[in-house]
């Protein structure tokens, strides 16, 4: 049977399914040596190629679906290489042997906290795509008075640049009070434009000083997770993802030394992020 190309990129770890029909258009794609174009189909036997390299199509059945969370130190960009030479998300991600990591969604540099990657791109690409409704919260520090008023309008929903927008909860964090004129609020929405979280409060006129991302879905970014570093998500929690999204259960583990349960695994893998937080610093000041 056949299928769309970009859902066959897409599952064999190139990029999210919105990212090949850019590159599908972009003529960066080709089946059997003639250009590929948005709508063609194929049945898994032909050679594809994207940028020139030969893709290897797999199965659904194929690749273990993985899903890992990353705790995004501010400074790092979402990209996989910066012009500027600054260091990005992508530099601290374990390697893959037949794949890559795809983000699902992204956070500007100044933003910290929970980041989801995915080697599955037709997972990636239902978590970010705005028909799944796919909650975000986050931490925000916002300078400034504010007023009962400006909590309602930014619930009711203002008008930015490009279109309407509105946070679906606020909630004063009142455990995470900063001196002078800062207060602390757990904001969550369904959308990932960009900067909205910002865009929103400055909306008001009141500034966000800082802010995390501490859940997407119902993925929580663990306290334990210092920044820079990663950890696999298991079986359970990675289905409850593609479950959100009308995926078929994964029904195999990828193979990891990380267990949850055991103590002295925890302890191993706290100590191999610490090497890699500090390798990745040790490079950055060599630059």
Request: charged share 35%; hydrophobic share 30%; with cysteine.
């Amino acid at each position: 049977m056949s299928e769309k190309l970009q859902k066959v990129l897409a599952r064999s770890g190139v990029g999210s399914r919105r990212e090949m029909e850019t590159y599908i258009s972009s003529n960066r794609v080709s089946i059997n040596g003639n250009v590929a174009k948005l709508g063609d189909r194929v049945e898994g036997t032909e050679t594809i190629r994207v940028d020139g390299h030969i893709i290897e199509a797999r199965s659904e059945t194929e690749e273990i679906c993985r899903v890992i969370m990353y705790n995004k130190p501010e400074g790092e960009m979402c990209t996989r290489k910066d012009p500027k030479g600054r260091p990005t998300v992508y530099d601290r991600l374990p390697k893959l042997k037949n794949s890559r990591w795809i983000g699902i969604g992204r956070l500007d540099i100044n933003t910290s906290g929970l980041l989801l990657f995915t080697n599955d791109g037709e997972l990636a690409n239902r978590l970010m795509h705005p028909s799944y409704q796919i909650e975000r919260e986050y931490s925000a520090r916002v300078f400034g008075d504010v007023q009962p008023e400006h909590l309602q309008n930014l619930i009711k929903g203002v008008e930015l640049e490009d279109g309407l927008a509105k946070f679906d909860k606020i909630k004063a964090d009142k455990s995470n009070h900063d001196e002078n004129s800062n207060s602390w609020f757990n904001v969550s929405l369904k959308e990932g434009r960009n900067r909205e979280v910002r865009r929103l409060w400055a909306s008001q006129e009141l500034t966000v000083s800082r802010l995390i991302r501490i859940r997407y879905a119902d993925v929580t970014l663990e306290k334990r997770l210092m920044q820079g570093g990663w950890k696999e998500l298991g079986l359970e929690d990675l289905n409850a993802l593609r479950k959100k999204v009308g995926l078929d259960r994964e029904l195999r583990e990828f193979n990891t030394s990380v267990t949850v349960d055991n103590a002295q695994n925890r302890r191993v893998e706290h100590a191999r992020i610490k090497r890699a937080v500090r390798k990745h610093k040790q490079r950055r000041i060599t630059k």
